[in-house]
């Protein structure tokens, strides 16, 4: 899985997630939207118009997946009870991956139940462009004993591991850069899908 706040979602999720499942060689990737992301404000747009934009920046790409069942829990969106439902569907032997961002790595130790991500998924951590910054004492200790050095040996168990990958196409991109862009009527060409750009733009999102 790679969760994300999508608000909206831009190529740096996009090329990420494809080339994340052509590292792993993973069947697919189901990127999902946070109805409610548990660490950070409200979004911008509602959890329906951010799913709407990520399946427009999806279209038809192989093994990438649009996934909702975020958006049928009430409360925050813990990544853990996003973790057991997929676990609960794939079963106990299929290798489950948790993706994320160095930034949203660096606060892994404050989210719900830390450990238990690693009960039942991977944790990749996908390295991100002018982010470097080191690990608190507190995340060190939480990973040491979990750390490998390569997808092979990631990819031995079902979960339990954590792999740093740096992905061949860095993007230097972020949702945020995107939002002023849109608020300042700059372009944003190329940094987001066209039919996400397009649908943006007809429903007037993100102006103020
Ligand atoms: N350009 C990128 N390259 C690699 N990973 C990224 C990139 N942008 C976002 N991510 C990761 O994708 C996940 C979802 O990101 P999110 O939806 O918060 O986007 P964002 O661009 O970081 O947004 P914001 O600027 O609003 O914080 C996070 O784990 C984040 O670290
Ligand atoms: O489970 C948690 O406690 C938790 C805390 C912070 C973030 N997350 C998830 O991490 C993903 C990225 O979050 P964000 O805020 O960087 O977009 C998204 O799927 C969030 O739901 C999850």
């Known amino acids: 899985m790679l969760g994300g706040t999508f608000d909206p979602v831009h190529l740096g999720h996009l090329r990420s997630a494809v080339e994340l ?28 118009e951010r799913l ?8 038809d790409t192989p093994g990438l997946v ?17 973790l057991a439902s997929l676990r ?9 991956v948790m993706a994320l961002g160095h930034d949203a790595f660096l606060r892994l130790a404050d989210w719900h139940q830390p450990e238990r991500l690693f009960e039942l998924a991977h944790v990749v951590v996908i390295d991100r462009p002018g982010i470097d910054t080191p690990l608190s004492t507190g995340l060190r200790d939480m990973v040491a004993d979990r750390e490998v050095e390569d997808t092979q040996a990631l990819m031995s ?12 196409s860095r993007m230097a991109i972020s949702a945020t850069d995107v939002r002023h862009r849109l ?4 372009s944003v ?4 899908p ?8 007809v429903y007037g999102l993100y102006r103020s």
Not at 52 to 59: D, E, K, N, P, Y
Not at 189 to 192: G, H, Q
């Open 21 to 48: 499942g052509e590292a792993l060689s993973l069947d697919r990737v189901h990127m999902i939207p946070a109805a409610k992301p548990p660490l950070r404000g409200e979004p911008s747009i509602s959890p329906g």
């Open 52 to 59: 709407a934009l990520l399946r427009l920046g999806i279209g």
């Open 66 to 82: 649009a996934d909702a069942r975020e958006l049928d829990r009430e409360g925050p969106s813990f990544t853990t009870d996003t």
């Open 88 to 96: 609960e569907e794939v079963g106990p032997a299929a290798r489950l």
């Open 157 to 168: 168990t079902p979960a339990g591991h954590l792999l740093r990958l740096r992905l061949p």
């Open 183 to 186: 608020a300042s009527r700059a």
């Open 189 to 192: 060409r190329y940094l987001l």
């Open 194 to 201: 066209e039919a996400v750009e397009a649908r943006i733009h």
